[in-house]
């Protein structure tokens, strides 16, 4: 509890990240990965290997962008630096061990950044008593020329989690239904955004859930990314995220992942 609170204290990030519960979630997925890190492991190598396996197939390695970095358990940052001039890690917070452990790395560099450029736009909206939800519109001036690849990485279902919390809990007018639908135009947003890059794409994201009794019998079940349909996946397996005592005494709760490689049109010719 000091260590965390201590890390809560230290780490650098703009100041409505922090009121937003944005560094409070990542220092808790933090603790949660320590306290299951058995449960974790299948899910942390299969992705490992489907970004390794993307990677390798991209031909283009000036530069690697990973959306949704994050405390680095699922990317092989090692051989990813060795196969691209340069690695940029992007998302909302950086916890001072992954600051710690990219110095490590001349071409790796971290690029605190908003995928779905919302956050500050409600933020703000709040402190002036706006009632309004602001459409996603992601933007990334890191991807360019250079960009052989971009992968965003388990993501798709976590990156409304603190903005429909937030919404919900200090947003005038603000009800579940709204703010619902509100979040799936944000997740649409991020798969429309991934559609339209002109480089290699690779998508890992869970996207049902099953909540099961102590038998492994389901009790409940359903989409995590509010129903989207996505194609049929290069490949897939089950995240054991919360074994039971995680949420629940009585349900544990599996994930569903996906994961997706687009080549861009010139790497096909």
């Known amino acids: 509890m000091i260590l965390?609170?201590?890390?809560?204290?230290?780490?650098?990030?703009?100041?409505?990240?922090?009121?937003?519960?944005?560094?409070?979630?990542?220092?808790?997925?933090?603790?949660?990965?320590?306290?299951?890190?058995?449960?974790?492991?299948?899910?942390?190598?299969?992705?490992?290997?489907?970004?390794?396996?993307?990677?390798?197939?991209?031909?283009?390695?000036?530069?690697?962008?990973?959306?949704?970095?994050?405390?680095?358990?699922?990317?092989?940052?090692?051989?990813?630096?060795?196969?691209?001039?340069?690695?940029?890690?992007?998302?909302?917070?950086?916890?001072?061990?992954?600051?710690?452990?990219?110095?490590g790395y001349d071409n790796v560099r971290f690029l605190q950044h908003d995928v779905t450029n919302v956050a500050e736009t409600l933020y703000q909206n709040v402190q002036y008593g706006r009632c309004e939800l602001p459409s996603s519109s992601p933007a990334l001036p890191e991807i360019d020329k250079d960009t052989g690849l971009v992968i965003s990485l388990n993501i798709l279902s976590q990156i409304t989690v603190v903005l429909r919390k937030y919404a919900l809990k200090k947003l005038k007018g603000a009800d579940m239904d709204r703010v619902g639908i509100w979040c799936r135009q944000i997740t649409e947003a991020h798969c429309a955004f991934l559609r339209s890059l002109p480089c290699n794409v690779c998508l890992i994201a869970d996207h049902r859930y099953a909540r099961r009794d102590r038998n492994g019998k389901i009790a409940a079940q359903g989409s995590t990314i509010f129903g989207i349909s996505l194609p049929v996946p290069d490949d897939s397996w089950v995240w054991n995220i919360a074994p039971i005592g995680e949420e629940s005494r009585l349900h544990s709760k599996d994930l569903e992942v996906g994961a997706w490689y687009r080549r861009r049109e010139a790497d096909t010719a």
């Open 4 to 103: 965390e609170l201590f890390t809560y204290i230290t780490t650098r990030c703009s100041p409505h990240i922090r009121r937003m519960g944005y560094l409070y979630e990542a220092i808790g997925l933090k603790c949660r990965y320590k306290r299951h890190p058995d449960a974790w492991q299948h899910h942390l190598e299969k992705t490992r290997q489907f970004v390794l396996s993307a990677a390798d197939k991209s031909k283009e390695r000036g530069k690697v962008v990973i959306l949704g970095a994050g405390l680095l358990l699922d990317v092989p940052l090692e051989t990813l630096s060795a196969m691209f001039c340069e690695v940029v890690l992007i998302d909302i917070v950086c916890l001072p061990e992954v600051r710690r452990r990219i110095k």
